[in-house]
């Protein structure tokens, strides 16, 4: 059993993150899954720090994002919105170039909140963050 609100493609939800920072970043989901989605963000000049290396803060925005964007398709959101409440990341290994996966797991899907576990891997399958993040359910004006 899934826990998507209703049933989503790809290119709907991509096209909503165009205007905002998952479009700057290039921030593309790539999978539905029945608990979670996956997702990429290039390693580039717009995600790098300083010394040619993945940026943690660019871990936390690719974390933030598939889970905000997945707490989004659980909830009716005609009546309900999905914002961040907290995060935390603890930044394993990192990356230099090619993309980054973002696999997002739901932990907990209730009322009022929502829990996800978001882990972050390089192309060589190394272990570059794990996230977790907690979405506050709010009822739209």
């Known amino acids: 059993m899934s826990i998507w609100f209703q049933d989503y493609d790809l290119n709907s939800i ?67 919105a999905a914002v961040g409440q907290s995060i935390n990341a603890n930044h394993i290994k990192s990356a230099r170039q090619g993309l980054v996966t973002g696999f997002c797991e739901s932990v907990h899907i209730g009322k009022s909140s929502h829990v996800w576990e978001i882990k972050i891997f390089n192309e060589d399958g190394g272990l570059v963050c794990v996230s977790r993040l907690t979405m506050a359910i709010i009822n739209k004006r």
């Open 14 to 80: 991509n096209e909503m993150g165009q205007k905002s920072m998952t479009g700057l970043l290039d921030i593309q989901v790539t999978k539905l899954n029945t608990n979670g989605l996956e997702g990429t963000m290039p390693v580039d000049e717009r995600t790098k720090q300083p010394f040619g290396l993945l940026h943690g803060g660019a871990s936390c925005v690719l974390a933030e994002s598939l889970g905000s964007i997945a707490s989004n398709l659980v909830i009716d959101s005609t009546k309900f």
